[in-house]
Structures are given as C-alpha cells and as structure tokens.
C-alpha cells in the first residue's frame, strides 16, 4: 500500500509540472469532437461514442455499437441521395428556363422524393422502440394489500428486497429497482397496496402510488387469484383506466377464485404463482413484447432512431417532403427547390453536415471528459 500511494504521489506531481508547462485536460467530448471536425466519423457515430458508455442493458450496448458503426448514418445517407438528385432535376430546370419541365422529368423527381419519404416515415416508426432500447421503460406494480405484489418484485429480483407478510399495507413507500428483462433495462415500482384506509402513513404510500401510474411505461395489475373479485379490485379497475396495463393472476397454485369483469381493458393477462415462481419468465417476455416488436438489436438490418434530436430533424424533413408533394402541381421550381433545400438541412443535421456550433456545443457539453 505504501508504494502505491507513493506511485501516485509521482504521478501526481508530474501531472502538476505537465500542466505547469501549459498543457491543459481535455475538455467534455473533445476528442470525439476533434475526430467529428476531421472527418472521421459524423455526428450519430459520435452520440453513440457516449451512448455506449451509457448503456443501461445489451440490448441499448447494441444498438449503440450499430450506430457507432454507421448502420444508421448510411440509411440517413440514402435519403440525401434521393433528395440530392430530385433538387439537381429541379434546378437544372431553373437555370434552363426555356426547357420544359416534361412528365418523365416530373416522374423522375416523384421517384426520388417519394423514395426518400418512404424511408424517413420508417425512420420515424422505429423512435418508439429505439428510445426504449436506449433508455429502458418503466414498470409499476399495483394491486389490492396482500395481492403479491412484494413477492412478485422479490422473485423477479431474485432477492427478499421487499418485506412481505400476512399483514395487509405492510408496504408503505415505493420501492424502487432496475433489472433487465431479456436485455431490456427495466425500473421496477412496488407500491403500497390500494384500498380505503385512515391510517395516515399507509394513505400517503397509496397516493405516491397512484401519482405514478400516469407516468407509468407499463402497469403489472398484480390480483389475488384465489379469492373472489371485490370492491378492492374493483378500485384497481378504476384507477387504471387508460393506463398499459398487463393483468398479473398470481396466486396460481392455490385453487382460482378470481373472475375479472373486463379483461379487455389490458393489453395482456399472465398467471403466475410468485412464491414458488411459475410464470416468471412468461411475463418477462410478455413485457418485453409490449416495446419490442421488430428485429433484434444486434442483427444485420436492424436501425433506429434512439434520440429525440433525429426524431425532430426527420419529421422537419417530412413535414418540408409534405410540402413539396403539395406544391408539385402548381410547378413553381423555385418554391419546389426551396422545400427540397429545407429538407436536405433537416436531414444533414442528424449526421452533422449541416448542424450548427451551437447544437455541437450542446451534444459533446454531455461527455465525460475527454473521450
């Protein structure tokens, strides 16, 4: 231990005489910054420099490493292309006046704008899933006291985290834990149980609860399958009304009860038995299947827009593709170049062709320092 203390106690010093001698620490992203301005790599591949250290689960590590590797830069690619060559018709048109803008021309143009549209709406269809991805979702766990809904969370946990016992409202506060469902990165909510009560400690608990089912990804409804529908599961029922909610049977190995009025109002019903763990990876997948839909992260074709700064740059550059469609008849070329260019802006600015220093500023600021 000495000696290493000592070893660091040079390295320290040198680092002093280094800065001393004007050298300065790097600053947050700089060298990702220095390899974006060199050209080496374009503006997604640098986010998913820090995505990939931020990664919350494989499946975000993925579809960073996609990104960094430019699945997502080349399929911005190829919308710039196709604009590219619709804006070059248009404006060929523009400085020959005395050419006639004919059919072919016109069809030649709709090609490559509605090709470009095509891919940017199935860029914009993969925001959802690919935020998730990145970010992970959120999952609340309600139901009547004694439902299961500690027992649930410890199982699913793989460890005793939440207190369970006979005693109905043994759980007062939110508890809060991140696991990954089949590399999803999941922030599991146990509540206090929801009934009517006057204890003061116990309402306050509940309230939490239900302030968080709006901001809720998805509601695991937990009932208490062997004992009869009741007023208690009934509030359940209420307060989850408009919520994605999955309605969790447990108790499944004691004889069933239960009879739901309206299993319609949930996107999917799971049995379980929590104790004994029957069921558990069922509603893992259930859950998942809930945000996941297309292909998985790591294969070959997958690409997704995971940022919201892509997501607004694209829909700017439909909304610019719309207009163009719109004013196509009328054949005002210069009105047509003009939406043309607002688009070929949009989209360069996710890759960083057309961004600004000011946005450059705000995307490496994020960075640890250096990288």
Same mark, same amino acid.
């Given at each position: ?52 250290v931020?990664?919350k ?20 690619e190829?919308?710039? /292309? ?6 070059? =018709? +248009?404006? *060929?048109?523009? #400085? ?6 004919? %059919? ?8 490559s704008?509605?090709?470009?549209r095509?891919m ?72 206090a ?16 609860? /239900? ?6 990804? =998805? +509601?695991? *409804?937990?009932? #208490? ?6 007023? %208690? ?27 739901l ?15 004994p763990?029957e ?33 607004d ?10 207009q ?48």
């Amino acid at each position: 231990m000495p000696q290493c203390h000592g070893g660091w106690v040079v390295v320290e010093r040198v680092l002093q005489v280094v800065l001393a001698c004007g050298v300065r620490l790097a600053d947050p992203g700089e060298f990702t910054r220095r390899a974006f301005l060199n050209g080496r790599i374009d503006l997604v591949q640098a986010e998913a420099v820090m995505d990939i250290v931020a990664s919350k689960s494989q499946a975000a590590l993925q579809l960073a490493q996609k990104q960094r590797e430019g699945a997502l830069s080349m399929r911005i690619e190829e919308v710039r /292309l196709h604009l590219l060559r619709a804006l070059a =018709l +248009v404006e *060929a048109y523009i #400085d020959f006046p005395d050419d006639d803008l004919g %059919e072919t021309d016109i069809s030649a143009i709709q090609n490559s704008v509605g090709a470009a549209r095509h891919m940017v709406a199935d860029l914009l269809l993969t925001f959802e899933e690919g935020r998730i991805i990145r970010e992970g979702i959120s999952v609340l766990i309600v139901g009547k006291p004694n439902a299961g809904k500690s027992s649930l969370l410890n199982r699913l946990l793989n460890e005793n985290r939440a207190i369970v016992t006979h005693i109905p409202g043994t759980t007062r506060d939110i508890i809060e834990e991140t696991i990954t469902f089949n590399g999803l990165s999941v922030r599991l909510l146990d509540t206090a149980g929801i009934r009517h009560t006057v204890d003061v400690v116990e309402q306050e608990g509940i309230n939490r609860a /239900l302030g968080k089912i709006d901001q809720a990804d =998805l +509601v695991l *409804a937990v009932f #208490d399958a062997s004992r009869e529908f009741g007023h %208690e599961d009934r509030m359940i029922l209420d307060v989850l009304a408009g919520s994605r909610t999955i309605a969790v049977l447990n108790k499944a190995d004691l004889p069933r009860q239960l009879v739901l009025p309206d299993e319609g109002c949930f996107v999917a019903t799971v049995t379980i038995a929590a104790l004994p763990g029957e069921g558990i990876d069922q509603l893992k997948q259930t859950v998942c299947r809930q945000f996941l839909h297309s292909a998985a992260p790591d294969s070959r074709e997958y690409v997704a827009l995971s940022k919201a700064r892509h997501r607004d740059a694209l829909a700017t550059a439909e909304q610019s593709l719309q207009q163009f469609s719109l004013g196509l008849p009328d054949r005002n070329l210069e009105l047509l170049a003009l939406d043309l260019r607002d688009a070929l802006q949009a989209v360069g600015s996710v890759t960083g062709q057309t961004a600004t220093d000011e946005v450059l500023d705000i995307i490496f600021s994020s960075f640890c320092i250096g990288k």
